[in-house]
């Protein structure tokens, strides 16, 4: 960062050389022009009106009436006065050339100071951007240029410096929960595998079945690991750009996805209704039925025995719109707008990490989409996910088709 502001500051004096030299070019051949066309009128004006000859009628040398060829022409006379008016003319016009350049010279060095002054102050805001990116770090993110002044091209840039900060201080921050979120997640099953390890280590009348028993909580807490780390690797794609772009249809992804759950909402004893519209979007379809399952997903666990889950799809101008809704406990609306953080879970005892609408609402911003939290007084959670609809130009094929093997989605 330090590196870029010296970058900014060393254009910005070559800019302000540059607007300097142009000023001063520019001024210099307008003046020019000038007082070329001035000395060219002035150099007609003298050679067309004969002065010498006017002089002369003024001295009382000549008749009043007298005409500029007054004198015979060719007469020694006449050859003296053109000769006179000749070195008359030319001396004046070399004074008026001389000073005339003089001026010029001078005025453009004038000229060439009050652009370098007004180049400066033009260029003045650089120096603050260069200052702040100089003082910006990764620990010290919340610097902000806030430039004042009018709205031109360097406002626009300070802005746009800003809004970058903005974006690396709230990227920084996740980053930094994500990792100490994601540690401490880890750390529990390790401290829980050097548990059993230790525990069986130290008792040396340790039988077959104690050791199997060690092995079976072992192999669950490295399932438990394995899972996590999927989650966390499935959630870091799902922030990356989306590099597929296959039409697709919402409403066929969440019935795949109902489909796939009914033993789960059997067991929860949660009945799935399903208004499902046609919604065609393009995108990658693996990371979209991700999307849905986890809704799905999230719904069912996070329910009350007896409870309904919505599930509904549709067109909403130009955009697709999935929106699942699921019953329950009231939720303070602050609380559920923190959901989408990594690892944050109303209910601990529920199976899983938190990650699930971390996921949604990564998989929806790589799409061109917004995702939308609510938390309704009668209870449970509404989420509106709206994604970019494209209409269908030909006939969805079939989901085995479309996503050919199902992937085996793990908890989130």
């Known amino acids: 960062m330090a590196e870029r502001g010296a970058l900014i500051g060393a254009r910005a004096r070559t800019i302000r050389l540059r607007l300097t030299a ?92 009050i652009g370098w002054l007004l180049a400066g102050r033009a260029l003045a805001p650089l120096r603050d951007i260069t200052a702040t990116a100089r003082r910006v770090s990764s620990e010290n993110l919340g610097e902000r240029i806030a430039l004042r002044g009018p709205d031109d091209e360097l406002k626009e840039l300070a802005d746009t410096f800003d809004g970058m900060l903005a974006r690396l201080d709230a990227a920084f921050a996740s980053q930094r929960h994500f990792v100490a979120s994601a540690s401490h997640e880890l750390r529990t099953p390790l401290a829980i595998m050097r548990t059993e390890v230790d525990v069986a280590l130290a008792d040396p009348d340790a039988t077959t079945d104690d050791l199997r028993a060690m092995g079976e909580a072992l192999r ?88 309904r889950l919505e599930v509904m799809t549709e067109i909403r101008g130009t955009s697709a719109v999935l929106q699942v809704a699921n019953g329950g406990d009231r939720i303070d609306p602050a609380r559920a707008q923190t959901l989408t953080e990594p690892f944050r879970r109303l209910d601990r005892s529920v199976d899983g990490f938190g990650l699930g609408l971390s996921i949604v609402r990564s998989v929806a911003k790589a799409h061109g989409g917004t995702m939308a939290l609510s938390a309704p007084a009668t209870g449970g959670l509404r989420v509106v996910v709206t994604l970019p609809g494209q209409a269908p130009r030909r006939s969805p094929p079939p989901a085995t088709e479309t996503l050919g093997a199902r992937p085996a989605f793990t908890e989130s």
């Open 22 to 113: 142009m000023y001063a070019g520019v001024f210099l051949v307008c003046g020019a022009a000038l007082l070329t066309i001035g000395f060219l009128l002035v150099r007609r004006n003298l050679e067309g009106h004969h002065p010498l000859h006017v002089a002369l009628k003024r001295l009382g040398l000549a008749p009043a009436h007298a005409q500029p060829t007054v004198f015979a022409p060719g007469s020694r006379t006449d050859r003296l006065i053109r000769a006179i008016e000749h070195q008359v003319i030319s001396q004046a016009l070399h004074t008026l050339l001389l000073e005339y350049i003089g001026a010029l010279v001078v005025v453009t060095l004038l000229s060439s100071l």
């Open 220 to 307: 669950d807490m490295v399932d438990h690991c394995e899972r996590l780390i999927a989650s966390l690797l499935l959630l870091a794609r799902s922030e990356a750009a989306v590099k597929r772009a296959d039409p697709t249809d919402l409403a066929t992804l969440a019935g795949d996805c109902i489909t796939d759950l009914q033993v789960v909402a059997r067991d929860a004893r949660v009945e799935i209704d399903s208004e499902l519209s046609p919604a065609p979007c393009t995108g990658d379809a693996s990371l979209l039925e991700r999307l849905i399952f986890n809704l799905v997903d999230n719904g069912l666990r996070h329910n009350v025995p007896g409870g």
